[in-house]
């Protein structure tokens, strides 16, 4: 009868969210891509849809109590587009 008692039983739960540094991990990536001026890089986040990937970085400016450095390298990406590309931080005013 082991198997009827299990049914009823909860699954474990997580001490972690399996994925607790992904998105850091993701814009920590963005922020190396964006580090060095390029014409790619800049059409990638100026045409319509990079407006949107660019809202989503200046979305996630907020403090993330589970990932307190997105915070930070959101920031650092906003910084390395800013310090390059005129249309990006006229486009941010």
Request: with cysteine; charged share 30%; proline share 5%.
């Amino acid at each position: 009868m082991p198997a009827e008692e299990s049914k009823g039983e909860n699954p474990p739960k997580l001490s972690t969210h399996p994925f607790v540094a992904f998105n850091s991990r993701i814009v920590a990536f963005a922020c190396t891509l964006t580090y060095r001026r390029c014409k790619v890089t800049e059409d990638f986040f100026m045409s319509e849809a990079g407006k949107l990937r660019l809202g989503v970085i200046l979305s996630l400016t907020k403090m993330d109590v589970d990932a307190p450095m997105l915070r930070e390298w959101c920031l650092m990406v906003v910084r390395n587009l800013c310090s390059w590309s005129d249309k990006i931080r006229d486009d941010l005013k």
